[in-house]
């Protein structure tokens, strides 16, 4: 089974998106390897759709495409969340 993507959805210069990410590093940090999803960061300002869509709720946190959470990141349902889906 490949891993799940954990996408994170901000900007630059977003306190939020900051404190997400460092939450994001945190949790996986802390997983076993069979359950470290791929990463990937999306910038609203590089791209319109997304804007359009996030710019009032960023950051958002995506898994497999699918909306986990915006604003801020509960490391603990993040980390149930990975889990899970490993």
């Known amino acids: 089974?490949?891993?799940?993507?954990?996408?994170?959805?901000?900007?630059?210069?977003?306190?939020?998106?900051?404190?997400?990410?460092?939450?994001?590093?945190?949790?996986?940090?802390?997983?076993?390897a069979d359950a470290v999803p791929v990463v990937e960061e999306r910038n609203i300002l590089e791209d319109p759709v997304l804007h359009e869509q996030y710019?009032?709720?960023?950051?958002?946190?995506?898994?497999?495409?699918?909306?986990h959470t915006y604003w801020r990141v509960d490391p603990a349902r993040l980390r149930a969340a990975l889990l899970e889906a490993r």
């Open 1 to 32: 089974m490949p891993p799940v993507t954990l996408t994170l959805i901000g900007k630059p210069g977003c306190h939020l998106c900051d404190d997400a990410r460092e939450v994001i590093r945190s949790v996986i940090a802390e997983l076993p």
């Open 55 to 67: 710019v009032e709720d960023i950051p958002v946190v995506q898994l497999d495409g699918r909306n």
